[in-house]
């Protein structure tokens, strides 16, 4: 009988898929209560927050890189959190808590905005 030749990706899913069904009883039922959390990407390109809107659960991340050719910030419209001043090629990471204000924008581009559907 011959094998199948698996890529390293779908072997990792499988090994994932394999240790999540036996996690409850691996760890106890708290571990398979535990929230997965999640790196988004948003890039700014183009004077455009791409994508404009991500869902996002508290815990994720998002990480904002200026690939345009001028300085950009990601700023909360109530200013209750912003990155830096990114210039191009810089990235920042935000973390989501479940007070984060959806509406963003950057300060320079006031017209550029994105916004975060919170699950």
Same mark, same amino acid.
């Given at each position: 009988?011959? +094998?199948?030749? *698996?890529? +390293?990706?779908? *072997?990792? @899913? ?6 999540s069904s036996f996690a409850p009883v ?7 209560? @535990? ?6 990407? *948003? ?6 927050? @791409? #994508? ?5 659960? #508290? +815990?994720?991340s998002i990480v904002f890189m200026n690939l345009?050719?001028? #300085?950009?910030?990601?700023?909360? =419209? ?5 990155? %830096?001043?990114?210039?191009? +090629?810089?990235?920042?990471? =935000?973390? =989501?808590?479940? %007070?984060?204000?959806? *509406? ?5 581009? #006031? ?5 975060? %559907?919170?699950?």
């Open positions: 009988m011959r +094998g199948r030749i *698996v890529t +390293g990706a779908r *072997v990792t @899913k499988a090994i994932v898929v394999v240790v691996l760890w106890g039922a708290e571990a398979s209560q @535990k929230a997965v959390r999640i790196t988004h990407y *948003v890039e700014i390109r183009g004077f455009e927050f @791409k #994508p404009s809107n991500l869902s996002v659960s #508290p +815990g994720d345009d050719i001028v #300085p950009h910030t990601a700023t909360a =419209i109530d200013n209750t959190w912003t990155t %830096d001043t990114l210039e191009t +090629g810089e990235t920042q990471l =935000i973390t =989501i808590t479940s %007070d984060s204000t959806p *509406v963003y924008y950057c300060i320079f581009h #006031p017209s550029m905005n994105g916004s975060l %559907d919170l699950q």
